[in-house]
């Protein structure tokens, strides 16, 4: 399951992505009209900061924006900064890989094997899948209601 954290990141960098060609925007606009807890959302806005993502303005005329073009911030790196793994499983993970503590035998393990096929397909969606994309697939749907 998507962690609100992560839910809420991503929300976050699409209304700073379609705000894209206006000035920074403050955290409590972004909180309101996201419905994310102001405080709450501080604290991605700064992980999402540190890890290059935003920029960050102090004073009159500050808030977040992004140091990136939306169509170069993937799905993948978003839910490795909010939440870590991909995987399900910690042994099918490719970035924080760690043996189950009641495995017998990985190479044999059919859970795992099944794991690493959802953590495969999963990733391919998420590495091909930007903040544009989303933002691309909100007009869509917003169209064709």
Do not use: W
Not at 27 to 47: C, G, N, T, V, Y
Not at 117 to 124: E, F, G, I
């Amino acid at each position: 399951m998507l962690s609100k954290k992560t839910k809420y990141a991503i929300k976050a960098l699409v209304i700073l992505g379609k705000n894209a060609s206006k000035p920074p925007m403050q955290i409590s606009k972004i909180a309101e009209e996201e419905r994310i807890p102001k405080k709450f959302l501080e604290q991605i806005l700064l992980d999402l900061r540190n890890a290059g993502f935003l920029y960050s303005k102090k004073g009159a005329g500050g808030g977040y924006s992004l140091s990136k073009d939306p169509k170069d911030i993937y799905l993948v790196s978003i839910m490795r900064i909010t939440d870590g793994p991909i995987a399900m499983v910690p042994c099918a993970s490719l970035n924080f890989y760690r043996k189950c503590d009641e495995c017998h035998q990985e190479t044999t393990c059919g859970i795992r094997d099944v794991f690493v096929q959802v953590r495969d397909a999963t990733l391919k969606i998420l590495t091909e899948t930007s903040i544009a994309d989303i933002i691309a697939r909100e007009s869509n749907l917003i169209d064709n209601l």
